[in-house]
């Protein structure tokens, strides 16, 4: 009985860790989008507005994908020196902080992405950002 209780109080803990989290995603998206409108067309870094560098995949050197970008984040300056960057196949969902310096933009077809000398070691050695709690 008390591992049928343990058990149920384990899977109520997940569920809601769960939902804590794709809340404070969902409300990342929305302020990234948010932020992204408010910008508009005109270029914030690599040549990319906001929209396209938030439509973006990281690649590695091989087009492989590492991560979606998920933020574009400024400097005290006011310009884009940094992505937040959610790991492609991490679970639960991490992210990390990607400077924008030496990313290169790779177009093929329709998409744009942004090109990366790090591997999926590197990028999964970066500090991890924890996404506010709702």
């Not at 690599?46 to 400024?74: C, F, P, Y």
Request: glycine share 6%.
């Amino acid at each position: 009985m008390r591992s049928l209780l343990a058990i149920a109080l384990s899977t109520a803990c997940l569920s809601a860790c769960a939902d804590k989290n794709e809340a404070a995603e969902d409300r990342l998206e929305k302020a990234a989008e948010t932020s992204a409108r408010v910008a508009g067309p005109l270029p914030a870094a690599l040549g990319l507005s906001e929209a396209q560098l938030l439509d973006a995949e990281l690649l590695d050197a091989k087009g492989m994908e590492l991560g979606d970008v998920a933020q574009i984040l400024r400097g005290p300056d006011g310009k884009v020196d940094r992505l937040l960057v959610e790991i492609e196949d991490s679970n639960p969902d991490r992210y990390v902080h990607v400077p924008i310096t030496g990313l290169k933009t790779r177009v093929a077809g329709d998409d744009t992405d942004l090109a990366t000398t790090m591997t999926k070691a590197d990028l999964a050695a970066l500090p991890e950002v924890k996404l506010p709690s709702p």
